[in-house]
């Protein structure tokens, strides 16, 4: 089983700045792509940033160049620094996680329980 725990969502007005990390424990034999969603209420959940494990990193048009996201392989962690946020930012951010266990074949997703991020104008 893999276990993945979020942290550093918050409220911070507008043109502020927080960190989201989530770190993965549990049988891991080694993590594949790790990425952030958001879903914002009343719309789907959207890709806001992906790194894969041989450091290949997309980003959703609306977060480029205010968004970074970043791996600590060591660790089973991934951060998204989130810069110059903006009301259309607020949502619940979901970790996922691709990750091959210790004597399986195949990896599988993982998500996170989500961390609620709001920004007041």
């Known amino acids: 089983q893999v276990e993945l725990v979020e942290s550093g969502g918050g409220l911070v007005q507008a043109g502020g700045s927080l960190r989201l990390s989530c770190a993965a424990s549990?049988?891991?034999?080694?993590?594949?792509?790790m990425r952030w969603f958001r879903q914002a209420p009343g719309k789907q959940r959207e890709l806001v940033a992906g790194?894969?494990?041989?450091?290949?990193?997309d980003y959703a048009d609306s977060v480029k160049g205010r968004f970074t996201i970043s791996r600590d392989n060591a660790a089973n962690t991934v951060y998204l620094q989130m810069n110059s946020l903006k009301p259309e930012d607020t949502a619940v951010y979901y970790c996922?996680?691709?990750?091959?266990?210790?004597?399986?074949?195949?990896?599988?997703?993982?998500w996170g329980q989500g961390t609620q991020v709001t920004v007041s104008s």
């Open positions: 549990g049988n891991i034999a080694s993590i594949n792509a």
């Open positions: 790194v894969t494990i041989g450091g290949n990193i």
């Open positions: 996922d996680v691709n990750a091959l266990l210790l004597g399986a074949r195949y990896p599988y997703d993982v």
